[in-house]
């Protein structure tokens, strides 16, 4: 089971946390692969504890569906369900849909500004060929609307589904910059109509750019 030399500094302190966190994020770069066996022993070593912290982190991950857990065999990476991953798209759109509904009367010059900027730094990297980097500031920019929504519910359901679309695009897309161009013309929709104090059209906007996330996907 490939895994990194060195653990991060700066993970949670309690056992759990610390190989809850990094083995979530070894899934979602796609460091661990899907249906990699898992190795208790490996990792208990890896982070110098007992696997009693391993079993209640793999317990977590499965909660999620990160996680395979086959009692009294053994461990593996989940599988990336293409079907699914088409689902949750189309259900994590419908979420940043409603983060544009529920910030909308919060939203200030101050936080339009701040989505222009955030629009800004996202066309200025087009052309680095970064896809991760891409991926990053899109995501900069969405968070705004959850921010400004204040909803903690909502931004619980965004980020469980939002794991799994991570782990596609890195496990699908690496290397590849797909439809950014007109993402971040769609974020200038989203803006405009915000400014122009027109709701349906920026929620229009925001369910367009998903759209387009969905068909990239699809093919």
């Keep these: 089971m490939?895994?990194?030399?060195?653990?991060?500094?700066?993970?949670?302190?309690?056992?759990?946390?610390?190989?809850?966190?990094?083995?979530?994020?070894?899934?979602?770069?796609?460091?661990?692969?899907p249906d990699e066996r898992i190795s208790d022993q490996e990792i208990a070593q890896y982070f110098s504890v007992s696997r009693t912290p391993i079993r209640e982190a793999l317990q977590l991950l499965k909660e999620q569906n990160l996680v395979c857990i086959f009692p009294g065999k053994e461990s593996r990476i989940a599988p990336v369900n293409t079907k699914n991953i088409c689902q949750i798209y189309q259900m994590i759109s419908e979420l940043h849909v409603l983060a544009v509904r529920f910030a909308y009367s919060e939203i200030t010059e101050d936080i339009l500004d701040e989505l222009q900027a955030a629009n800004r730094r996202f066309k200025e990297a087009l052309h680095s060929d970064k896809a991760k980097e891409l991926r990053e500031l899109d995501d900069q920019f969405h968070k705004i609307f959850f921010r400004?929504?204040?909803?903690?519910?909502?931004?619980?359901?965004?980020e469980t589904l939002h794991i799994h679309t991570e782990r596609v695009e890195n496990l699908f897309f690496s290397g590849k910059t797909h439809n950014h161009e007109?993402?971040?013309?769609?974020?200038?929709?989203?803006?405009?109509?915000?400014?122009n104090q027109d709701l349906e059209g920026a929620v229009d906007a925001m369910r367009q750019n998903w759209a387009d996330t969905i068909r990239a996907f699809q093919q």
Excluded: C, M
């Design 148 to 158: 400004a929504a204040d909803n903690v519910f909502l931004s619980n359901f965004a």
């Design 182 to 195: 007109n993402s971040a013309s769609k974020h200038q929709d989203i803006i405009d109509a915000l400014r």
């Design 2 to 33: 490939p895994i990194p030399s060195k653990p991060a500094d700066d993970l949670p302190k309690t056992a759990r946390e610390r190989v809850y966190f990094q083995l979530k994020e070894w899934i979602i770069d796609g460091t661990l692969k």
